[in-house]
């Protein structure tokens, strides 16, 4: 069966520090990522997806980058973290074919002080 | 783009029905996607309609009518666990996800 790991599930950063939250797929070929945050009380928004290695499609400008380096495995980054980024961040997979819905990882709570 | 409507917040009794609804504009709908979210944790894939009608899976159903850009989650034998926010998401095209800001379901016994 297919699986999703995303670390960390907790995280603490100070403004200005660097971010890196990693995400893997286990059990499945060529699955489409997502990378969402989701501000407290709010609906999940949409940052990055990804159809294929190397192929990163941005929803939002902002100070975050995503790569997808293998197959099975999405990244989130940022140089300089700014407060306004805290949330909690939730990575995705989905199989091919329009029914397909998206699976979910635990998520990180990200806080930024 | 896309734009989804659902009401904030619900309370119903144990035992009861309660049915959550969603409205959408979209320019490229492909599916509506109904996820259940537990305060602290991540969504869980509930149910998925793309054509007109009723999909039926145990005490949950959901419904989509796609000439009225609306769509129904009817959760039946209401239990405490039910308790959680309920996301409305809308496919746009052939990958993307739009979710409404969800509608939090209080089960009271």
């Known amino acids: 069966s297919q699986t999703i790991h995303q670390w960390p599930a907790t995280l603490v950063q100070p403004v200005g520090s660097p971010l890196s939250l990693e995400c893997t797929v286990e059990g499945t070929s060529n699955p489409n990522l997502y990378w969402y945050r989701q501000a407290a009380g709010r609906g999940l928004q949409l940052l990055f997806y990804s159809v294929g290695i190397g192929q990163i499609s941005s929803e939002v400008p902002q100070n975050l980058s995503a790569s997808r380096p293998q197959d099975r495995q999405f990244i989130l980054s940022s140089k300089k973290l700014l407060l306004s980024d805290s949330g909690f961040y939730l990575c995705?997979?989905?199989?091919?074919?329009?029914?397909?819905?998206?699976?979910f990882g635990d998520g990180t709570r990200l806080s930024i002080l | 783009g896309q734009n989804i409507d659902q009401p904030t917040e619900m309370t119903a009794t144990e035992g009861a029905i309660v049915q959550i609804n969603c409205t959408y504009q979209?320019?490229?709908?492909?599916?509506l996607f109904w996820y259940q979210q537990h305060a602290g944790e991540a969504p869980t894939f509930l149910s998925y309609?793309?054509?007109?009608g009723l999909e039926e899976k145990g005490r949950f159903s959901s419904f989509l009518s796609r000439s009225k850009g609306y769509s129904y989650l009817l959760l039946k034998e209401l239990q405490m666990k039910d308790s959680a926010s309920y996301l409305c998401a809308a496919k746009d095209g052939d990958y993307k996800l739009s979710f409404g800001a969800g509608t939090t379901v209080t089960v009271r016994a």
């Open positions: 995705a997979w989905a199989g091919q074919g329009e029914a397909q819905p998206q699976h």
């Open positions: 979209t320019s490229g709908f492909n599916g």
């Open positions: 309609n793309v054509l007109d």
